[in-house]
């Protein structure tokens, strides 16, 4: 653990970090897809809960760190950038955008949906970064696809059969799930948005990335570019695969800019997930070649060549970037060695983290012990709270620690890192702040924190969603009497609006995040 370690010009310590996931607890029963769809028929399938069977122990917040597994690349950039090379630093850039996709090759399961308000932190002093990610936006649905089936229409213009039925896919969600990340390494900042607009295109899922990715090196040089699509194959039938197609432009504030080229996989082509591309500088001339797999390794040569891929040879170039060997214990869920070690919890991490760390999930949490059945059940009434809540979500949920100005990108605020020095999570300005003020502008309310027994959560959230419709209609539906009445009843005649605001304070003290 205390070791150092000489890592280009900074010297780094050495952590010990887990190698492998947990022998799972039992074993995994085998569900098709198909029989979630088929006891689906009729139902809002946004309102079916995915059994956990589908998704791989790591949140979306978590993956989007994966995309830093090489940040190794910035490292050198900057020290490329410092010594008067900004073409080898904007090689090691290109290099570095491509890296990130190297990890896709092989998964096929989904990553957790985070919850309204859930974060995440990776603290790698090994590597001289310190990662934060957080679910900025509120979700209307869970899935980002609804599938439904139709029997009753003969006549369908949907591609697709299962069993003799045919399925119709359908997108619901308008909202894709954002995330904000920001990320600090020795000598550069990276930080952006993670956000995808899917479309379901007859033959696959097309993921197309919305907003840019910047990157700032300490003396100020900034590159920024977007993210390629990706297309997701095989939904219904066969294995699941992903592809990335597209252009990347990696535009730069001085001399350099990189266009990359992902080309798209087609059947006559025996060379798959192949990248190319060029550096060009402020005059447009082209004065490097790039090339490479995306799955694989980039190399580069001086100059501009616009030949074929074969008439590179290790000769005439040079290696930029190589994917590590995949770990010795491989995961059901093909996990690089990186990513096995994010979702690790070690009782010293434990007590520093916030509650709405990913780690602390305890379905997914579950699904890594391989306790699935503990795991489903847990997902199930994580994603029912959540959607209780909706209403109040929806009128005035911020996230804590990202901002943004009108429009524009949300950005990371700050704070976090000192908050988690202090160890204090609940004395900094919170949720239930915001939400106090939006909703409840009465000011002669008193906020009293009563002292309620344990009530389920559910039902703190059913309340504070019917709160919150009452107060728009300025009237209270008569079931929400009722349930407002059991409820006085059983905490002993306490004030109504004392108890709303306890359960309102008690339920948005982290988003909807409390576990
Ligand atoms: C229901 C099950 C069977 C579907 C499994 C779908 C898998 C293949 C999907 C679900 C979510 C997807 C990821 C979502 C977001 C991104 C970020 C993007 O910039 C690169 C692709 C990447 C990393 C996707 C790769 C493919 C992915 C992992």
Redesign the pocket.
């Known amino acids: 653990m205390c070791t150092e370690k000489e890592n280009s010009d900074s010297v780094y310590p050495q952590i010990e970090r887990r190698k492998r996931l947990p022998d799972p607890v039992l074993r995994e029963k085998g569900v098709s ?1 198909w029989s979630v769809i088929k006891d689906s028929v009729g139902k809002d399938l946004t309102r079916v809960c995915l059994p956990v069977h ?1 998704n791989e122990p790591i949140s979306s917040l978590q ?1 989007c760190f994966e995309d830093l597994e090489y940040s190794e690349l910035l490292d050198q950039a900057y020290k490329h950038g410092k010594e008067g090379d900004s073409l080898q630093r904007i090689l090691n850039v290109a290099a570095f955008a491509v890296s990130g ?1 190297s990890s ?1 090759e092989g ?5 957790f949906n985070p919850l309204l308000g859930e974060t995440y932190e990776a603290d790698y002093p090994e590597r001289g970064v310190r990662f934060f990610s957080e679910k900025v936006n509120y979700t209307p649905f869970q899935a980002v696809v609804s599938i439904y089936l139709n029997r009753s229409v003969q006549i369908s213009v949907s591609k697709f059969h299962v069993n003799g039925l045919p399925l119709k896919l359908k997108q619901v969600s308008h909202h894709p799930t954002l995330i904000a990340f920001h990320c600090e390494g020795k000598g550069w900042k990276i930080w952006g948005e ?1 956000n ?1 607009r899917a479309k379901f295109s007859g033959r696959s899922i097309q ?1 197309d ?1 919305i907003g840019v990715i910047t990157l700032e090196f300490d003396d100020g040089e900034i590159f920024q570019w977007s ?1 390629v699509t ?1 297309n ?1 194959y095989n ?1 219904i039938l066969g294995k ?1 695969y ?1 592809d ?1 197609h597209g252009l990347m432009h990696i535009r730069g504030n001085r001399q350099y800019s990189c266009k990359l080229k992902f080309k798209e996989q087609s059947i006559l082509e025996r060379n798959r997930h192949q990248v190319h591309g060029f550096v060009e500088d402020l005059s447009g001339k082209k004065v490097a070649t790039l090339l490479g797999k995306w799955d694989d390794s980039m190399y580069y040569i001086n100059g501009y060549e616009s030949g074929k891929p074969k008439d590179f040879s290790p000769s005439n170039s040079s290696l930029l970037w190589k994917k590590n060997d995949p770990p010795p214990n491989p995961t059901r869920y093909n996990l690089t060695a990186f990513a096995i070690t994010l979702n690790e919890l070690t009782p010293e991490l434990q007590e520093k983290l916030p509650p709405t760390d990913s780690r602390l999930r305890p379905d997914q949490r579950g699904l890594e012990n391989g306790e699935f059945d503990k795991a489903n059940a847990e997902k199930q009434r994580l994603e029912k709270r959540q959607r209780m809540s909706r209403k109040l979500q929806e009128n005035g949920w911020k996230p804590r620690w990202f901002k943004k100005d009108g429009d524009g990108p949300f950005y990371y605020a700050g704070g976090y890192w000192e908050t988690r020095e202090q160890g204090n999570w609940d004395g900094c300005p919170n949720n239930a702040q915001t939400l106090r003020e939006n909703h409840v502008a009465n000011s002669d309310m008193k906020l009293r924190v009563p002292s309620i027994p344990e009530l389920p959560l559910d039902l703190f959230a059913e309340i504070a969603n019917q709160y919150s419709v009452a107060s728009r209609k300025r009237h209270h539906s008569e079931e929400f009497d009722l349930l407002i009445r059991c409820i006085i009843r059983a905490v002993n005649g306490r004030s109504f609006k004392g108890l709303v605001l306890y359960i309102m304070n008690h339920f948005f003290i982290r988003g909807n995040c409390k576990y």
Do not use: A, G
Request: include cysteine; aromatic fraction near 10%.
């Open positions: 897809l589908f993956k996709y896709t998964r096929d399961c989904k990553p993670s995808l993921l990335p993210k990706t997701i939904l699941v992903c990335h």
